[in-house]
């Protein structure tokens, strides 16, 4: 076969990345694109048609290598179309509500885009919680995030449905995704630099924080980040994790300290914290938003260290957000986030946890590569409470699917989801009873 011209590489190249794509779309890596994905696909597609087609009708090559351009052209022009009109059928389905849909749905907190969106699930009983992103809050003002958490919140008591989970992102420092508008704080890694008066300085944080994120409607913060700062430099790839800028201290002592009573100083305004992310991503140096992580740390040394603020959790009526780290002593074929073992056999049973278990969003890599399809069925498979999934929301579409199908075959425990619901529900519903004992 004689090789290409240069010209003709060039676009029997571009053809097999359309195709590719085309296979693949919707990737939460692609999410800045999503509005026009399909429709910039196809025009891409054709585009490599019409190139590869005038380079036919010349006669000087008529090779093999344009004919398959034009082949591949054609092939992610109808895997644009079929995957786009799919989606679409795809959420139709669900909107449709179907009972092991609702079963399910209440085990999902999924990332808010639009009210009109967000109400048709919510008034559904198709999820159990919205995440406040980065973005969301960018365009809204402090008074419009609460004016649409209480219509949605009015939507679910008319359907005669319990509260949603409202959950945001509000660590201090540079996390902070709802600052705008809510006023920014500095990091809690900023009060463990001196011992004194260390719980009270951490509860009162606590209450100033939680009685701005009460004032939106947020009734769960996913935070603090209860991991040790890393010993180690931070890794080259890392982009999103960064520890050593977000982690309290490498003292367990005082990230214990301050986890409780920040925590405790939330809860006081109607507010549940969120200890992450366990089982720990100190000795962890792959990026979990893009790689597979395993923690392979002897236990002993874990509950010594490492675990010693998540322990506390309970006691300070905070949730526990799962990494997607394989424990590899436990479960060495999932990470933490999917795994019964980790779930029930050491929270639940040896630590007697009995609070809110919430997975890291399920559009991380090192996860996503499972399928989010068999990534969410495993979380609810395992005991989590609530599967989030909070950058990407098209993914809730197949990810409920999958789990309600799950659900119908009898895969599911449901005197689990029952149990899991009743913790969802007393989280969900704390704000208001907390305000209604102060009035």
Aim: net charge positive.
């Amino acid at each position: 076969m004689r090789l290409p011209s240069l010209r003709t590489a060039f676009i029997f190249s571009g053809s097999l990345v359309l195709v590719l794509w085309a296979a693949n779309p919707r990737q939460p890596y692609l999410y800045a694109l999503r509005r026009i994905e399909a429709p910039l696909l196809v025009m891409l597609a054709l585009g490599v048609l019409i190139a590869a087609t005038r380079l036919m009708r010349t006669g000087t090559d008529r090779s093999v290598w344009r004919q398959s351009s034009i082949a591949a052209a054609l092939v992610a022009m109808l895997l644009g179309i079929g995957h786009d009109e799919a989606f679409r059928r795809q959420r139709q389905t669900v909107l449709g509500g179907s009972e092991a849909l609702r079963a399910v749905g209440r085990h999902f907190v999924v990332g808010y885009r639009s009210f009109e969106e967000t109400a048709a699930l919510a008034s559904r009983g198709l999820i159990g919680g919205i995440y406040l992103s980065r973005d969301f809050a960018r365009t809204r003002s402090a008074q419009r995030i609460r004016a649409e958490v209480l219509a949605l919140q009015t939507l679910r008591e008319k359907a005669g449905l319990p509260p949603l989970i409202v959950a945001a992102d509000q660590e201090g420092g540079e996390v902070a995704h709802l600052s705008p508008p809510l006023e920014p704080l500095p990091p809690l890694a900023s009060l463990a630099d001196s011992a004194e008066d260390l719980d009270e300085r951490a509860f009162a944080y606590g209450t100033t924080q939680g009685s701005s994120l009460a004032a939106l409607g947020v009734n769960l913060n996913l935070g603090p980040v209860a991991d040790l700062r890393p010993n180690h430099r931070r890794a080259l790839l890392d982009t999103h994790t960064l520890l050593h800028r977000r982690a309290i201290s490498e003292a367990p002592e005082r990230v214990t300290r301050v986890a409780a009573g920040y925590s405790r100083g939330l809860r006081e305004e109607g507010v549940t914290a969120t200890f992450k992310h366990f089982p720990g991503l100190a000795r962890t140096r792959a990026d979990t938003h893009h790689f597979a992580a395993t923690l392979d740390t002897h236990m002993d040394t874990l509950a010594a260290s490492d675990w010693k603020p998540f322990r506390e959790a309970g006691a300070s009526g905070a949730a526990i957000m799962l990494a997607h780290v394989t424990l590899a002593a436990i479960d060495a074929s999932r990470p933490a986030s999917l795994s019964r073992p980790v779930v029930q056999e050491l929270l639940r049973q040896q630590w007697h946890f009995d609070g809110l278990l919430i997975t890291d969003d399920l559009n991380m890599g090192a996860v996503f590569r499972r399928g989010v399809c068999r990534s969410a069925t495993e979380a609810l498979a395992a005991g989590v409470d609530l599967v989030l999934i909070s950058y990407d929301a098209d993914q809730f579409y197949p990810a409920i699917k999958c789990a309600a199908a799950a659900y119908a075959a009898g895969h599911l425990n449901r005197d689990e989801l029952k149990e899991s619901r009743r913790r969802i529900s007393v989280t969900a519903e704390w704000p208001m009873a907390r305000h209604a004992e102060r009035s």
